[in-house]
């Protein structure tokens, strides 16, 4: 029987330039996450699936000058929790915000149109 790590190793999944982006904080914490998550934000889908007028798109990394790590990581965690249960049949689990972290995230997801 074959381990999960065994399996990955035998068949590695290969990797395509673009298939990844960088989301980086205003404290430069750099988060990488696949392209299809990080097209769950409206803001983040203009501006690398645009007419090439970002940087962004080019470099496949956005910086984020408002957004603190610690909300930047909450909100990748969010973009693969809506990628995995939109369109889903199975009940949603809930995805659960702290009080104390409910402002900034509510802020950002308005930014970023998530």
């Known amino acids: 029987q074959k381990t999960m790590d065994a399996a990955a190793a035998e068949d590695p999944i290969p990797v395509t330039e673009g298939q990844f982006v960088t989301l980086v904080s205003n404290?430069?914490?750099k988060f990488i996450v696949s392209r299809k998550a990080a097209l769950e934000s409206g803001t983040?889908?203009?501006m690398l699936s645009g007419p090439a007028m970002f940087d962004e798109d080019d470099q496949n990394e956005?910086?984020?000058r408002e957004i603190p790590s610690h909300v930047l990581e909450r909100v990748c965690t969010?973009?693969?929790y809506?990628?995995?249960y939109t369109n889903s049949?199975?009940?949603i689990p809930e995805f659960a915000i702290k009080p104390d972290e409910a402002l900034e995230l509510?802020?950002?997801a308005n930014?970023?149109?998530a």
């Open 27 to 29: 404290d430069n914490f």
């Open 44 to 46: 983040v889908k203009n």
């Open 62 to 64: 956005v910086s984020f």
């Open 78 to 80: 969010y973009f693969y």
């Open 82 to 84: 809506k990628m995995r």
């Open 89 to 91: 049949n199975q009940e």
């Open 106 to 108: 509510l802020m950002a």
């Open 111 to 113: 930014f970023l149109d």
